[in-house]
């Protein structure tokens, strides 16, 4: 059973880089989806953007400017980057699967939350 | 982007009950609608997807239904484990949004 763990610093300084890092365990990244999302505490949920292994990324016009997403195969691991934060990115963020890349979320990691503040 | 709208946004049920969420995308999405389930601390859960399939391992009393822009999740007999809150999600076009979540309480 595939399991994913978010990993990265729970506190980013506004006008920094966000960078957070997703392991996959119990299955290869290869031949899957994988996006990003967050949710603002007490908040709902807003998707980020996705990768696959072929390079193939899609971001939320909301967020495209500022966010890039990538998959790094030999270490079975996606990550993100959200440069220039600001509070208003102050979040739980997760990595989930999706099988295609117009799919349901089938499996997601716990979170990790990322707060901005000086 | 698609706006999707969930009704209630919450609502008090007791066990036994059957209880009818709704979800209304601002435009055609075929049945390109997912369910999630989640509790507090926890990422949601994928309960069903292509608007009315059943994700495995999920029990029987939860079923999906609709298509176009009008979906509902029906929960057939409440269990103590179903209080929670409930999003819907479309992924027919990008950007994927999910509905504002609907928050089940008992009653």
């Known amino acids: 059973q595939v399991q994913l763990q978010e990993s990265g610093p729970g506190l980013v300084k506004p006008s920094e880089t966000l960078s957070l890092t997703c392991t996959v365990s119990?299955?290869?990244?290869?031949?899957?989806?994988w996006s990003w999302i967050r949710q603002p505490p007490g908040k709902g949920l807003e998707w980020i953007g996705y990768?696959?292994?072929?390079?193939?990324?899609n971001y939320n016009p909301s967020l495209k400017s500022r966010v890039t997403i990538s998959l790094d195969t030999s270490k079975n691991q996606v990550s993100l980057r959200l440069t220039s934060v600001t509070v208003a990115d102050t979040a739980v963020y997760h990595c989930?699967?999706?099988?295609?890349?117009?799919?349901?979320?089938?499996?997601w990691g716990q979170g990790t939350l990322v707060t901005v503040s000086t | 982007d698609i706006q999707m709208t969930q009704s209630p946004s919450s609502l008090s049920a007791s066990v036994g009950d059957r209880v009818i969420i709704t979800c209304r995308a601002s435009?055609?999405?075929?049945?390109?609608l997912n369910w999630y389930q989640q509790k507090p601390g926890k990422p949601p859960n994928l309960l069903i997807y292509?608007?009315?399939t059943l994700q495995s391992g999920v029990p029987s009393r939860f079923s999906g239904s609709g298509s176009g822009t009008d979906f509902t999740l029906t929960i057939g007999s409440l269990q103590p484990e179903d209080f929670a809150t409930y999003y819907c999600?479309?992924?027919?076009?990008?950007?994927?949004?999910f509905g504002q979540g609907t928050r089940l309480e008992i009653k």
């Open positions: 989930a699967r999706h099988p295609g890349s117009r799919n349901w979320f089938d499996s």
């Open positions: 119990g299955g290869s990244i290869s031949r899957f989806y």
């Open positions: 990768s696959d292994d072929s390079g193939s990324t």
């Open positions: 435009q055609n999405i075929r049945t390109y």
């Open positions: 292509a608007a009315s």
């Open positions: 999600q479309q992924s027919y076009n990008y950007p994927f949004t």
